[in-house]
């Protein structure tokens, strides 16, 4: 059983940055791949990035690449999203989820424990 709790939203400017953290419970949160996801209103949740267990391998999505970072801490039991360069289009309530599997998966249904979700709201 895995528990997350996701922090670090909040309303910025177009171009700001926010860094999102997700605190576990359970002492196997090292084994698990990390994600991720965020929903709009009005649309379905889609993946934004993960990291497998030990941290080597990563998914971004296309629409993320080169302004937001996944990254994780297994011995504080978190894993962070560093957003850069927001964008208005990147408002959304963004989630954290944990998957046994080995590699990253990018479907929602992957996922077995999710976080409340934290909103990110990015003002033109």
């Known amino acids: 059983q895995v528990q997350l709790v996701e922090s670090g939203g909040g309303l910025v400017q177009a171009g700001g940055s926010l860094r999102l953290s997700c605190a576990a419970s359970?002492?196997?949160?090292?084994?698990?791949?990390m994600a991720w996801f965020r929903q709009a209103p009005g649309k379905e949740r889609e993946i934004v990035a993960g990291?497998?267990?030990?941290?080597?391998?990563?998914y971004y999505a296309d629409s993320v690449k080169g302004r937001f970072t996944i990254s994780r801490d297994n011995a504080k039991n978190t894993v962070y999203l560093q957003m850069n360069s927001l964008k208005p289009e990147d408002t959304a309530v963004y989630y954290c989820a944990a998957d046994s599997r080995l590699q990253v998966e990018t479907t929602r249904y992957a996922y077995v424990y999710w976080g409340q979700g934290t909103q990110v709201t990015v003002s033109s």
């Open positions: 359970g002492r196997t949160f090292s084994r698990y791949t």
């Open positions: 990291i497998s267990w030990s941290g080597r391998s990563t």
